[in-house]
């Protein structure tokens, strides 16, 4: 075993032992220098679009075997170790959000829609809710105008009410009304 001072391709220079016969050494230190990158670079390759994020050793196993981990970070006393986890892209993080908003907006609406027709969120008046929500809104203007003419007024005013939770609706999800 010998030690030696190798400038890897990287540019950095580190010592490093090396067994075997001296041919051997010599063309591993050859290919390092013109090949290898030290274990620092090795390192900040594995972080690059990732976040360092300490975590369980059996939440790292059960859920992130496929992340790469930071070489002799793990503490047997905690019994922890830093993964690194990759980052979302920012168009995926700005999509979850969009189409979490835009459930919980249609839930609310729903809702909303349950409570002035007085009526349970059972899942058939949820259906015909939805369908209400995703027609155009110039159609459910127009089917309010026809279902209103002979209506009572207790049905118009729930009606109008209903229209308003629709138009409402529209305009927070970013539709033309």
């Given amino acids: 075993m010998a030690k030696y001072d190798v400038k890897f391709s990287c540019g950095h220079t580190h010592t490093i032992?090396?067994?075997?016969?001296?041919?051997?050494?010599?063309?591993?230190?050859?290919?390092?220098e013109?090949?290898?990158?030290?274990?620092?670079?090795?390192?900040?390759?594995?972080?690059?679009?990732?976040?360092?994020?300490?975590?369980h050793y059996s939440e790292y196993k059960n859920n992130?075997?496929?992340?790469?981990?930071?070489?002799?970070?793990?503490?047997?006393?905690?019994?922890?170790?830093?993964?690194?986890?990759?980052?979302?892209a920012e168009e995926e993080i700005v999509?979850?959000?969009?189409e979490k908003s835009e459930i919980s907006l249609e839930d609310?609406?729903?809702?909303?829609?349950?409570?002035?027709?007085?009526k349970t969120a059972n899942e058939d008046f949820a259906i015909k809710c939805?369908?209400?929500l995703s027609k155009p809104f110039s159609e459910s203007l127009k089917n309010f105008e026809k279902s209103s003419k002979n209506a009572a007024p207790d049905k118009i005013k729930k009606g109008k009410e209903i229209l308003e939770i629709i138009k409402s609706y529209k305009?927070?999800?970013g539709e033309e009304i």
């Fill in 17 to 32: 032992e090396l067994y075997g016969p001296t041919a051997d050494r010599e063309r591993k230190i050859k290919y390092l």
């Fill in 34 to 55: 013109e090949c290898g990158i030290c274990p620092e670079c090795r390192e900040a390759e594995k972080a690059v679009d990732c976040e360092e994020v300490e975590m």
């Fill in 64 to 88: 992130y075997s496929d992340c790469k981990t930071k070489a002799n970070s793990y503490n047997k006393k905690t019994k922890t170790i830093i993964v690194y986890v990759p980052k979302k």
């Fill in 95 to 98: 999509e979850e959000n969009t």
């Fill in 108 to 118: 609310v609406a729903i809702k909303e829609m349950c409570k002035v027709a007085g």
């Fill in 130 to 132: 939805k369908s209400q």
């Fill in 171 to 173: 305009k927070s999800i």
